[in-house]
């Protein structure tokens, strides 16, 4: 079993930045791929960044390219998503997920395992 478990979320204005974190612990698997997703209320979970936890593949999707960051230290066993630029539609609960697996998914149902969600409020 993997457990993971999201920090950071929070309120900011429109334009600010918050940087949230994802700690896994329990099983690991080197073949993974980490993402977030988001849901806001009334829509459906969508695709926010994917990285694997060996190499520098990196995935995100259209509407945070060139303002979100997603990166992982192994050693913490953490993913981090870095957001910069934040709009009132980046509003929304952010999840992290694991998919053990040889390639990436941008589908909430290719991931087994989930954090708990941690709110992200952006006021305009």
């Known amino acids: 079993q993997v457990q993971l478990v999201e920090s950071g979320g929070g309120l900011v204005q429109a334009g600010g930045s918050l940087r949230l974190s994802c700690a896994a612990s329990?099983?690991?698997?080197?073949?993974?791929?980490m993402g977030w997703f988001r849901q806001a209320p009334g829509k459906e979970r969508e695709f926010v960044a994917s990285v694997k936890w060996s190499g520098d593949s990196t995935y995100y999707a259209d509407s945070v390219k060139g303002r979100f960051t997603i990166s992982r230290d192994n050693a913490k066993k953490t993913v981090y998503l870095q957001m910069n630029s934040l709009k009132p539609e980046d509003t929304a609960v952010y999840y992290c997920?694991?998919?053990?697996?040889?390639?990436?998914?941008?589908?909430?149902?290719?991931?087994?395992?989930w954090g708990q969600g941690t709110q992200v409020t952006v006021s305009s």
């Open positions: 329990g099983r690991t698997f080197s073949d993974s791929y």
């Open positions: 997920a694991a998919r053990p697996a040889l390639y990436n998914s941008r589908h909430s149902t290719d991931y087994p395992y």
